[in-house]
C-alpha cells in the first residue's frame, strides 16, 4: 500500500490532453516538493518534473506539473503513442522521515 | 551524458546473498551520491539508503539496516549494493539512482533527487 495515492490507470487518444493525480496529506505532499517520473516498460525511470513543476533540460512543455494542498497533478498535453506509460510520482514524508512514492499509474494512449 | 549501467539479472536461493554493481558514467562520482531502490512485482517503488562517494556516508532505511551494504569504488565510477539473508519476499527489480543527497552537489541549483536511474537488476529469489 503506497503511501501516495494515484489512478491505477488513465487514457487518452493522441493529441489529447490527460492528468494523472497524486493524493498524499500534510505530511508530505502538503509541505515537500513533488517529482514526478516516467517509466517506459522495460527501460529506466525518467525524471519528468521536480520542485513541484520544474522540468530538466530535454522534457517537452507538454509535460508540466502542479500542486495544490495535498494533492499533485501531472499533466500531459497533446498526448503521444510515446507517451504510453507507467508514471509515479515522489516526495519526502516528514513524519516518517523517508521518501515516499505512489503506486504508478498506466497511461493508455488509446 | 549521465549513464549508470547496472549488472544482470541474478537467481538466489533463500537465504543467499547478492551483490548488484552500477557503474557511473557522464559526471564526476563523487559528486552525486548513489542511491538505492526497490520495485517489488505490483508495489511502488522503496528507497533502500544511499551512498556518497565523496565521504563514503550512508545512509540507510530503517527496514534494510543490517541486511544491506552500500560500498563505492571510486577508481571504477562503480557503486555496489549488497543484500544478505534474501527472502522470496525480496524477489523485485533493483534500481540505482543519481541523488545529490548527502553529496557535494546538494546545493547546486537545477539538481534533483533520482534525475538518472540505472536500467534495473531483476533479483529472484526461489527455492
Known amino acids: 500500500q503506497s503511501v501516495l495515492t494515484q489512478p491505477p490507470s488513465v487514457s487518452a487518444a493522441p493529441g489529447q490532453r490527460v492528468t494523472i493525480s497524486c493524493s498524499g496529506n500534510?505530511?508530505?505532499?502538503?509541505?515537500?516538493?513533488v517529482s514526478w517520473f516516467q517509466q517506459i516498460p522495460g527501460t529506466a525511470p525518467k525524471l519528468l518534473i521536480y520542485d513541484n513543476y520544474k522540468r530538466p533540460s530535454g522534457i517537452p512543455d507538454r509535460f508540466s506539473a502542479s500542486t495544490s494542498g495535498t494533492s499533485a497533478s501531472l499533466a500531459i498535453t497533446g498526448v503521444q503513442a510515446g507517451d504510453e506509460a507507467d508514471y509515479f510520482c515522489?516526495?519526502?514524508?516528514?513524519?516518517?522521515?523517508?521518501?515516499?512514492f505512489g503506486g504508478g499509474t498506466k497511461l493508455t494512449v488509446l | 551524458q549521465v549513464q549508470l549501467e547496472q549488472s544482470g539479472g541474478e537467481v538466489r536461493k533463500p537465504g543467499a546473498s547478492v551483490k548488484i554493481s552500477c557503474k557511473a558514467s557522464?559526471?564526476?562520482?563523487?559528486?552525486?551520491?548513489i542511491s538505492w531502490l526497490r520495485q517489488a512485482p505490483g508495489q511502488g517503488f522503496e528507497l533502500m539508503g544511499w551512498i556518497s562517494p565523496y565521504n563514503g556516508n550512508t545512509n540507510y532505511a530503517q527496514k534494510y539496516q543490517g541486511r544491506i551494504t552500500l560500498t563505492t569504488d571510486t577508481s571504477t565510477s562503480t557503486a555496489y549494493m549488497e543484500v544478505t539473508g534474501l527472502s522470496p519476499d525480496d524477489t523485485a527489480v533493483y534500481y540505482c539512482a543519481r541523488d545529490p543527497y548527502g553529496s557535494p552537489a546538494i546545493g547546486l541549483a537545477g539538481t534533483a533527487r533520482f534525475d538518472h536511474w540505472g536500467q534495473g537488476s531483476r533479483v529472484i529469489v526461489s527455492s
Open positions: 557522464g559526471y564526476t562520482f563523487t559528486t552525486y551520491s
Open positions: 500534510s505530511s508530505n505532499i502538503g509541505h515537500n516538493y
Open positions: 515522489e516526495t519526502w514524508d516528514s513524519g516518517l522521515s523517508d521518501v515516499v
